[in-house]
């Protein structure tokens, strides 16, 4: 019986056991427990403190360094010049062209020209800058957050374009350097900006919807025709990465309305995707290459802490047209804004969509009183119709009154994270994977997501 328990029993037993601990391959230690994959969370170092619903000194006049400032970061640029109380005092990329350009965009709106800095390092110098308060970065995907953290370790805010980081190292990073620098660290997600988003946001506030329970969003978007010529560092990325490479566009608006990390949280992620089809094909005809990680079309479902169902789309391979989705389902009523927007209410006809008039007039109710005030300026400024200008203008308002920022480090870590886990679910056979709780248990100290205003 020894003999055979050594040769037949002990090899399955340490084969089984061999299995439950599979090594997962993460950016951070993780492991697989009961089932579901979880990462660790790293302690917090002394001094270090929540930076949930931190607000610093108002700054009468922001002073802001733009690094990155190819097609998104001129744009950027050109939208600073309708603020008011802000200066663009720094300009920073690999392209001494794209400084100048940047610089006659603001001496034709009347301003200084601001101080050039050119190399892959030289936002270090920008960071260090006495005369700074703000560094608004808009370079490709994987310098963001050296960036950032440089930055904040400098004394001065950050605000990332999106995605704010690209793995959860990266989330804990900008996470850690917040808490520990008390400066701000907010993702530039505009789509959290847009008019029916923010009306939608209000009516599931006020309750028009009831409970709502199922939210969609997704970045779907056929840019793959276009890579030869422009976005040559996103080709590259989603040739070698696996997952839904961006996940915020879709996932920001539709976490506010679920109150992420203020009262609710995700819980776990499960993914699957589908092979690369045009995705090979584009990395064929721009790269020579045979190898897209990127599957055409990735599907990631969250389930929150209040066992809530969340799902987030990426496909920008398809010949198909624009959508983020943003849908949102309720107890009471439903909105949907792709293809066409779209709202249905139980009290009126829970199986229709409700009449244009009626429609208009709940947007119109339902509009945000700080939109209602920006808005035609926003429109005629830009910038995804207005949205882009609405986000700035936020930013630098909150920055102004010394007000928590509408989207905190949380949120961008949150937000980004579906990259990463997505990956790591779709490699292990769309095993779950528990979402971080990068508040580290404080995701229920806030009551509901809510602009701050000044009294
Ligand atoms: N929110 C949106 O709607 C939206 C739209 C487009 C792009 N984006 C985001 O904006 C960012 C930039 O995209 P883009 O389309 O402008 O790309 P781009 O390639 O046109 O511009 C990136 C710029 O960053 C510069 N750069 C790279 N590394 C640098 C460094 N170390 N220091 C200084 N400059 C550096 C490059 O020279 C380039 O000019 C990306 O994160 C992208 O995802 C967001």
């Not at 340490?14 to 979880?38: F, H, M």
């Not at 109380?85 to 965009?105: G, P, Q, Y």
């Not at 301003?111 to 608004?136: I, K, N, S, T």
């Not at 119109?364 to 830009?382: Q, R, S």
Request: charged share 20%; hydrophobic share 40%.
């Amino acid at each position: 019986m020894k003999k055979y328990f050594f040769f037949a029993v002990l090899p399955l037993l340490c084969l089984a056991s061999c299995k439950s601990q599979k090594s997962v391959s993460a950016s951070v230690p993780a492991r697989v427990e009961d089932g579901i994959i979880v990462l660790e969370t790293p302690a917090r170092e002394p001094g270090q403190e929540s930076a949930l619903g931190m607000a610093c000194d108002p700054i009468d006049t922001v002073r802001v360094g733009f690094v990155g400032i190819g097609g998104r970061g001129t744009a950027a640029v050109q939208r600073f010049t309708f603020l008011d109380n802000v200066e663009v005092v720094a300009l920073c990329d690999l392209d001494s062209s794209r400084v100048d350009i940047c610089n006659s965009i603001l001496t034709s709106a009347g301003l200084p020209a601001a101080q050039g800095f050119v190399g892959e390092e030289a936002y270090r110098q920008l960071c260090e800058m006495e005369d700074l308060d703000l560094v608004y970065i808009a370079t490709d995907w994987l310098d963001h957050v050296p960036v950032a953290v440089y930055a904040m370790n400098h004394g001065k805010h950050a605000a990332i374009e999106v995605p704010g980081a690209m793995s959860i190292d990266e989330c804990w990073q900008i996470v850690n350097t917040s808490e520990k620098t008390r400066r701000h660290c907010m993702m530039l997600e505009n789509c959290c900006y847009d008019f029916f988003e923010m009306a939608a946001l209000n009516m599931a506030q006020q309750g028009l919807f009831g409970e709502v329970y199922h939210v969609e969003g997704a970045y779907i978007h056929y840019l793959a025709e276009d890579w030869g010529f422009s976005e040559t560092w996103r080709i590259d990325y989603n040739m070698t990465h696996r997952g839904d490479n961006y996940p915020t566009h879709g996932l920001g608006p539709i976490a506010q309305v679920l109150d992420i990390h203020r009262g609710d949280k995700f819980d776990y992620l499960v993914a699957m995707d589908t092979p690369s089809y045009n995705g090979k094909k584009a990395a064929k005809r721009y790269r020579d290459s045979e190898e897209c990680l990127d599957g055409d079309h990735t599907i990631s479902l969250i389930r929150t802490g209040k066992g809530k169902l969340v799902e987030v789309q990426h496909n920008v391979y398809a010949p198909r047209p624009y959508t983020r989705m943003y849908q949102l389902t309720g107890t009471e009523g439903f909105a949907n804004k792709y293809p066409s927007a779209g709202i249905a209410v139980k009290s009126i006809n829970g199986h229709d969509y409700v009449p244009q008039p009626v429609m208009d007039s709940l947007l119109n109710a339902y509009k945000f009183d700080f939109v209602k005030e920006i808005e035609e300026k926003a429109k005629t400024v830009g910038g995804h119709g207005g949205m882009d200008f609405i986000m700035d203008y936020r930013l630098i308002y909150c920055l102004h009154n010394g007000l928590p920022l509408d989207q905190d480090v949380y949120d961008a870590a949150e937000w980004s994270a579906v990259q990463e886990l997505s990956r790591i679910s779709l490699e292990n056979g769309s095993m779950p994977v528990r979402f971080p709780d990068f508040t580290r248990g404080d995701w229920n100290v806030v009551d509901g997501f809510h602009f701050a205003f000044k009294q």
